[in-house]
């Protein structure tokens, strides 16, 4: 029992010791489409504001610039679609395209115009038959 409560402990050691590591993970994630954060744009806005000023009994407006806000907008962020992801998605794009095709034939059959030329030779055929039937008769 001890020794088999050893080995059980030397194969937890051995799996944490020889795991894969974090830059194991990060390289595998850059190999199959992770673009890191590459380009970024600071955007300032910029006011401008005036201070009522009184010099020699009148009213001035200086004027100033001032920045309020610093935004900083990422771009080129990429993460890959996990392969569950990627069926959903193929799945609801094949299930869209029967949608489309079944409308499709729904319209053609609505817009099918009637052969009334066939129904017509079909009664025609039935009295002829109905007649020979009657003169053997």
Request: aromatic letters at 12%; a positive charge; proline letters at 3%.
């Amino acid at each position: 029992m001890h020794e088999r409560n050893m080995r059980f402990c030397s194969f937890i050691c051995v799996l944490t010791l020889f795991s894969c590591s974090a830059n194991h993970h990060y390289r595998k994630a850059l190999k199959k489409g992770l673009k890191p954060l590459i380009s970024s744009d600071t955007i300032r806005i910029a006011t401008i504001d005036s201070i009522p000023v009184v010099k020699h009994d009148t009213i001035i407006y200086e004027k100033y610039f001032s920045s309020k806000d610093t935004i900083v907008h990422y771009e080129n962020v990429f993460v890959p679609k996990t392969r569950l992801e990627t069926r959903i998605e193929y799945k609801i794009h094949r299930d869209t395209i029967r949608q489309v095709t079944r409308i499709e034939v729904q319209k053609a059959k609505a817009s099918k115009q009637p052969n009334y030329l066939m129904w017509i030779f079909f009664i025609a055929l039935i009295f002829v038959a109905l007649r020979i039937v009657n003169r053997f008769i």
